[in-house]
């Protein structure tokens, strides 16, 4: 099963805490932070970094 993982651009406040605690899966490109795949079969760091995103900003599905 894929998951989506993706960045709500509006809601960032680009603190860095995703790329941080999940480089493999979030680059910060300017003051934002992006995805860096749309979809990963597995999930490790991604929901990790949903749930300490300050702002709610990432979804993994
Ligand atoms: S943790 Fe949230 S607010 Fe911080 S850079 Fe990542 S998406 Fe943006």
Known sequence: MTHKI???KK???????CA??????????GDKA????????????EKEAEEACPVDAIKVE
């Open 6 to 8: 993706s960045v709500d």
């Open 11 to 17: 809601t960032c406040i680009g603190c860095g805490t």
């Open 20 to 29: 941080a605690l999940c480089p493999e899966s979030f680059k910060m490109e």
């Open 34 to 45: 992006v995805p860096i795949k749309e979809e990963v079969d597995k999930i490790s760091c």
